[in-house]
T-cell receptor
Framework: AQSVTQPDIHITVSEGASLELRCNYSYGATPYLFWYVQSPGQGLQLLLKYFSGDTLVQGIKGFEAEFKRSQSSFNLRKPSVHWSDAAEYFCAVGAREYGNKLVFGAGTILRVKS | DAGITQSPRHKVTETGTPVTLRCHQTENHRYMYWYRQDPGHGLRLIHYSYGVKDTDKGEVSDGYSVSRSKTEDFLLTLESATSSQTSVYFC?????????????FGPGTRLTVT
């Protein structure tokens, strides 16, 4: 069965520091990969997506992610975190072979300290 | 932002009563989805629709039914609400084209079953 693991439930970083959120997946097919962000009381907003091609993808708000097939990973990065980045982040995986459905990780809550 | 609305946004109901949540989209997207979000579980797919009157079960479909009589509306019904169905419910839409797809989310409905 398909699965997505976000190993870190909570992460705290200082404002201005770099950030990396981890995502590992288990999928039998060529995956489509996504990162979403959710602010408290809000819906999910798409940060970035990977379908094919260049394995380093750029997203909104200064985020980027790198697809590493050999490690089954799609980690999210940002070089300098802002206080407004505090939110919950979800990694999601899909594949055309499994229909147009996504499997989500459990999420990572990011706290930013000033 | 994608044109997705959910109603009601908040609801408190008693155990054993039927509840219907509505998702409405103005994007004319073919696919619509219902998820529930619970702490530690991320988002889990309840049901989805790939066209008018075409629906299928997701990961956690027991106790839920759906209907889609128009492209723009997707209804989720809890036949007899239970306390375990207390959750935040999100609707999403997508329009798969080409090699990949992404989903866009509504603002959510917070349901409390007492």
């Amino acid at each position: 069965a398909q699965s997505v693991t976000q190993p870190d439930i909570h992460i705290t970083v200082s404002e201005g520091a770099s950030l990396e959120l981890r995502c590992n997946y288990s999928y039998g097919a060529t995956p489509y990969l996504f990162w979403y962000v959710q602010s408290p009381g809000q819906g999910l907003q798409l940060l970035l997506k990977y379908f094919s091609g260049d394995t380093l993808v750029q997203g909104i708000k200064g985020f980027e992610a790198e697809f590493k097939r050999s490690q089954s990973s799609f980690n999210l990065r940002k070089p300098s975190v802002h206080w407004s980045d505090a939110a919950e982040y979800f990694c999601a995986v899909g594949a055309r072979e499994y229909g147009n459905k996504l499997v989500f990780g459990a999420g990572t809550i990011l706290r930013v300290k000033s | 932002d994608a044109g997705i609305t959910q109603s009601p946004r908040h609801k408190v109901t008693e155990t054993g009563t039927p509840v219907t949540l509505r998702c409405h989209q103005t994007e004319n997207h073919r696919y619509m989805y219902w998820y529930r979000q619970d702490p530690g579980h991320g988002l889990r797919l309840i049901h989805y629709s790939y066209g008018v009157k075409d629906t299928d079960k997701g990961e956690v479909s027991d106790g839920y039914s759906v209907s889609r009589s128009k492209t723009e509306d997707f209804l989720l019904t809890l036949e007899s609400a239970t306390s375990s169905q207390t959750s935040v419910y999100f609707c999403a839409i997508s329009d798969p084209q080409g090699i990949g797809y992404e989903q866009y989310f509504g603002p959510g409905t917070r349901l409390t079953v007492t």
